[in-house]
């Protein structure tokens, strides 16, 4: 099993994103960055934010890793602060929680290296300040677009607005003065007392404070914005805000992974009316670096399944980080042709465990599906939540005693996850309804896949997927399937035709099945059943008779012509699937058997006007029609 969970070990080659992003940052020279990690969701955008820190880190300290924690050493030039926006979301504004776990971080900072200590102390209550008056995101939102807000919290954006607006006014500014103080008499034991001051002023100061300590204590705060587009427009846009708070600062640096789509949405959502120009202009006037997160082709793929599996194997941790590091160069090389596949793993250890050899070529066959198939379209969440699936279901067929061949489970789930939905219930359904639970039709399909050859599949097998998933070992036409659906049900239930029938109803269908050539002797036991379960048992006779190869005269076919004569509507289901029987397998044995049926008629014409039907078949039928027997006629 895997962890869903953001990881700072690079099974992708994603280091050489993060080595970018780190030396933009450095290259800034302390002067204010805004980076954005877009991708969709599962890409590996938090895996990214911790590459980056990392990587910062080792440059900070002059390391080439991160220092453990309690490890003694230089600070380094830089300050971290992770905020998780969606962690806050219906618990905290996330613009005033976010301001306050940076300044908390500072201050703690501050303590630690001795500098700096004072200035953070102001900053705190200034921050203190700002979380007292409760500047929420319909506020900012009011004041951005000349709504009138209301309330005591109203009465100072509407103050704010005229100083920012009109210039300064020392009456505006005196009303302001009163209009905070009555604000912080409201949010007592919040802040320390101070003398109050205009909005707009008191934010100016916060900004100030915030350089001033940064500029003091001689480092780089950079703040990693993650999940944002997990959140609510509203806590989005929130976070936006204080981002632009705080944006452009001497000595900052924030780097926000989100997907820029979501983050747009999130805009045109909570900004109603605004047209499409306006959305993007907001969005690129806090980005100043767009970073986009690279789709996986198949080697990234290939290599990103080879590396779970080397993580959970029993080599030790030397080894594995070898070999991680072996396959994120080569991966690097991919451009020139180079290859991640078994055959590379095996080059860098000739001697790995057998079990993880099994696992390295399923990787190394499943990754062009994994990669093509829209259901997971290699995303790397996706990829580690089939092979989660797919752990969960071995570990069930263990502890339940089904015996289950893995890539024979894998290549189910596939089709279960990434095929058509009809198609994957007419597979369980030929799965339930054979007698050794082996799906005989997937037989001449695959061989053909294999062999490179075009087969014609009617909806819903018409799929591209399915095409690729064909090809793929194992076969499983002639491979009983039933322990690896049962360990599988998890959105579809197993029902058996036996299942949907009273106990006569399996009684005289296990009959059948077991000795059809006694057929005749329970035809009064078959009449007495109700239609629906004679349909039932006519579709399980079938499933079986669609084995035969040869229809001259085979036991199942009394089983068959039992039911028909029992049951009137069953006699043209069988017709119609001997009119189905490939014309080489037509003898002349079954015109006979047939022929003092009333149903007979219209096979009898079909067979007639077949070119490929052998005269002796038409030689029995027109032997039959001269003899008089009026079925044929």
Not at 608 to 614: G, L, Q, R, T
Not at 620 to 633: M, P, Y
Request: glycine letters at 6%; proline letters at 5%; one cysteine or more.
């Amino acid at each position: 099993m895997w962890t869903d969970n953001e990881t700072a070990q690079d099974f992708l080659n994603f280091g050489g994103i993060a080595k970018t992003v780190a030396e933009i940052i450095e290259q800034a020279q302390s002067r204010p960055i805004s980076i954005s990690v877009s991708g969709a969701w599962g890409v590996g955008k938090s895996s990214m934010i911790k590459l980056i820190r990392r990587e910062l880190a080792a440059r900070s300290c002059g390391q080439q890793r991160e220092p453990s924690v309690g490890e003694s050493g230089d600070p380094g030039r830089f300050i971290f602060v992770e905020f998780n926006a969606w962690l806050y979301q219906g618990y905290d504004d996330a613009r005033a929680a976010l301001i306050e776990v940076v300044a908390s971080t500072l201050a703690k900072e501050a303590e630690d290296r001795k500098t700096g200590v004072e200035k953070t102390k102001d900053l705190l209550d200034r921050v203190n300040w700002f979380r007292a008056i409760k500047l929420t995101a319909s506020s900012a939102a009011s004041l951005a677009f000349g709504l009138p807000p209301t309330g005591l919290l109203g009465e100072l954006w509407g103050l704010g607005k005229r100083v920012i607006v009109d210039g300064v006014d020392q009456d505006a500014i005196d009303t302001a003065n009163s209009v905070a103080g009555k604000a912080t008499e409201s949010a007592t034991g919040l802040i320390k007392s101070k003398k109050a001051m205009s909005p707009p002023k008191e934010i100016e100061a916060l900004r100030k404070s915030f350089e001033d300590v940064l500029k003091e204590m001689g480092v780089t705060l950079v703040v990693l914005i993650d999940d944002l587009d997990r959140c609510l427009p509203e806590t989005t846009i929130s976070t936006l805000e204080a981002i632009r708070l705080l944006l452009f600062l001497e000595h900052t640096a924030f780097v926000i992974a989100a997907d820029d789509q979501m983050i747009k949405h999130a805009v045109k959502r909570h900004f109603q009316g605004v047209d499409d120009d306006l959305v993007i202009n907001y969005f690129d006037k806090l980005i100043q670096v767009p970073i986009r997160v690279p789709p996986l082709g198949t080697q990234e793929v290939r290599a990103y399944m080879m590396m779970l599996f080397v993580e959970n194997s029993s080599l030790d941790s030397k080894e594995k980080e070898r070999l991680r590091s072996e396959v994120c160069s080569q991966l690097s090389r991919t451009w020139q042709g180079k290859r991640v596949d078994l055959k590379f793993l095996r080059s860098l250890n000739d001697k790995l465990p057998d079990e993880l050899i099994a696992r390295l070529d399923a990787a190394d066959r499943l990754a062009p599906l994994m990669t093509s198939a829209t259901g997971i379209a290699g995303n790397p969440r996706l990829i580690k939540r089939f092979l989660n699936a797919l752990s969960i279901r071995m570990s069930m067929s263990n502890s339940q005693g089904v015996g289950v061949d893995e890539s024979e489970l894998a290549k189910v789930l596939l089709f279960e996850r990434c095929g058509d939905p009809k198609a994957y219930l007419e597979l369980i359904k030929s799965v339930t309804e054979s007698d050794d639970g082996k799906p005989a039709f997937l037989v001449e399909w695959e061989q053909k896949a294999i062999a490179g050859e075009t087969a014609e599949r009617k909806a819903p097998w018409d799929d591209p997927f399915i095409a690729e998933w064909l090809r793929l070992p194992p076969q499983l036409g002639g491979r009983d399937l039933r322990g690896a659906l049962y360990v599988s049900r998890e959105h579809t239930p197993l029902i058996t035709p036996e299942d949907r029938l009273s106990a006569e109803a399996a009684d005289i269908l296990e009959a059948l099945l077991e000795h059809p050539e006694m057929a005749g002797s329970i035809k009064d036991r078959l009449v007495a059943l109700p239609r629906s379960e004679m349909s039932v048992i006519m579709d399980r006779l079938l499933g079986r008779a669609r084995q035969e190869q040869e229809w001259g005269t085979p036991p199942i076919l009394d089983a068959c012509m039992a039911v028909a004569s029992a049951d009137a509507p069953q006699g043209q289901r069988l017709s119609g699937f001997l009119k189905e029987r490939p014309p080489v397998q037509i003898k002349a044995s079954i015109v006979p058997k047939i022929a003092d049926e009333l149903w007979s008629k219209n096979v009898f014409d079909a067979w007639n006007d077949d070119e490929e039907i052998v005269k002796p078949v038409k030689n029995a039928i027109k032997a039959r029609r001269g003899n008089g027997h009026i079925s044929v006629k």
